[in-house]
């Protein structure tokens, strides 16, 4: 009996010991998984020229809706097995998320590998900006590297509830970015005046719930989009992707499926890509399909003078009440199809009677011949369960642009398929006709 009280005793007092106490102000050194929990009482920051090194396993937990403010440098990088994990004691109230507000004179990159960054709330505050980025903000001059994360359950007043990005130097690479909401703008992802890359993830169940993007909302930015799985989201103009105010991005080789645009306060616009007031988009390689929009461009939307460049995409299987894939509101709006599939070609275009003046060269309108596709339209159907390669006979198959040169798009898919592999490249977002080998992306 006495061994095992003295045992007990033991046991406690290491728990009691093994957490540390971390108050208001600034912090920088080396945090171990050996003294977490680091329980975190108040707003700290990394001040410049400072960095803090968290390792592998080790859990950060905000005792309130507290910030963490990165000006130095920030590198927490965890493993496959022993991730690092950042959140919320209560997850009602959430903490203010990461705000990474480096100045042009901080050189140092700031990495992140195999975190999870959860229960953050961008809410209240006093100024804008704290009310974007629910899970992460970033700035404009940031230089940060995302990768093998996990972003999830997050919450921003207007842009970004999982991510708010403004920086030209942030890469976000094979991560989880789900089931996060913004009450306004991009609810997995907002983008504003900047050019990020985003490259094989999944975003995946977000909502916008007023307005634009929700998976990924650019305004005034033109990021890469590449090879990501842009599945089941919603959101008012673009359940996908919403493109605003002179957006440009190029989004290569991606597959958008299953988002819809609805909101209790307006119709949607655009179930899978949105653009609208001079967005032109360069969309290359792309699968869209089984998206749904409650009102018009089930697939894609075009509005105020925006033409976005279509080549080697699948235009398939989208609804909406007009314009089941595609519609061109106003005559300013003049989009182009090259070596595409879509369902009705031109003359199920929705053009609010105007005609259609944009190029549309070599293009099918077929059964692209999904092996099997997602069983039907919107956020209700899972698209990233679904297998989008294609059948032996699809029409897909060595049916795309000869000459890609001009569009850098990369030698392999988001499955890690060659993406040339005959002398020809495909139609859509996955080379070649094979099972589904698995999505190449991390989620701790």
């Not at 998976?215 to 919403?242: D, E, Q, T, Y």
């Not at 314009?323 to 003049?334: E, L, N, R, W, Y």
């Not at 609010?352 to 060269?361: A, D, I, K, L, M």
Request: with cysteine; glycine share 14%; aromatic share 10%.
């Amino acid at each position: 009996m006495k061994s095992r009280l003295l045992l007990a005793i033991t046991l406690i007092s290491h728990s009691v010991i093994c957490q540390t106490l971390i108050n208001p102000g600034s912090v920088s050194g080396f945090w171990s998984k050996l003294n977490s929990p680091y329980l975190v009482n108040g707003n700290v920051y990394i001040p410049q020229d400072s960095t803090l090194t968290i390792e592998a396993g080790a859990e950060v937990i905000f005792n309130n809706h507290y910030k963490f403010s990165i000006v130095g440098r920030l590198v927490a990088i965890g493993s496959s097995s022993d991730s690092i994990c950042f959140t919320a004691a209560d997850s009602i109230i959430g903490w203010w998320g990461f705000r990474f507000i480096q100045s042009a004179s901080s050189p140092d990159t700031s990495l992140l590998q195999y975190c999870i960054i959860k229960y953050g709330r961008a809410t209240g505050g006093s100024s804008a900006d704290d009310q974007n980025g629910g899970g992460l903000y970033i700035n404009g001059s940031t230089r940060i590297v995302i990768s093998q994360s996990s972003v999830t359950l997050n919450y921003a007043d207007v842009y970004g509830g999982g991510i708010y990005c403004e920086s030209n130097f942030a890469r976000f690479d094979s991560n989880y970015i789900g089931n996060n909401l913004s009450y306004n703008f991009g609810g997995g992802i907002s983008c504003r005046y900047s050019s990020p890359i985003f490259s094989n993830n999944i975003i995946s169940n977000n909502t916008a719930y007023l307005l634009g993007g929700g998976g990924i909302s650019l305004i005034s930015a033109s990021p890469m989009i590449i090879n990501n799985f842009i599945c089941n989201n919603k959101g008012v103009r673009g359940g996908g992707i919403g493109c605003e105010d002179g957006s440009s991005p190029n989004i290569y080789g991606n597959i958008i499926c299953n988002n819809t645009a609805d909101s209790p306060f307006s119709q949607g616009r655009g179930g899978g890509i949105h653009c609208s007031y001079s967005s032109n988009p360069r969309i290359i390689n792309n699968t869209i399909a089984n998206n749904l929009c409650v009102e018009t461009g089930g697939g894609i939307y075009c509005s105020n003078g925006s033409s976005p460049e279509l080549v080697n995409c699948i235009v398939h299987g989208n609804a909406a009440v007009t314009g089941g894939q595609t519609s061109i509101v106003d005559a300013g709006s003049t989009p182009s199809f090259e070596n595409c599939i879509v369902d009705g070609g031109v003359a199920l275009f929705e053009t609010n009677n105007n005609p259609y003046t944009g190029s549309y060269v070599n293009n099918l309108d077929t059964n692209p011949l999904f092996l099997a596709s997602s069983s039907g339209t919107g956020i209700n159907y899972d698209g990233l369960a679904a297998d989008w390669h294609f059948a032996g006979a699809s029409p897909c198959l060595d049916a795309g642009k000869v000459n890609m040169t001009a569009y850098n798009l990369g030698p392999i898919d988001l499955l890690g398929n060659t993406r040339v592999q005959n002398s020809v490249i495909d139609i859509g977002a996955i080379e070649g006709a094979s099972s589904l080998n698995g999505i190449l992306v991390a989620n701790p």
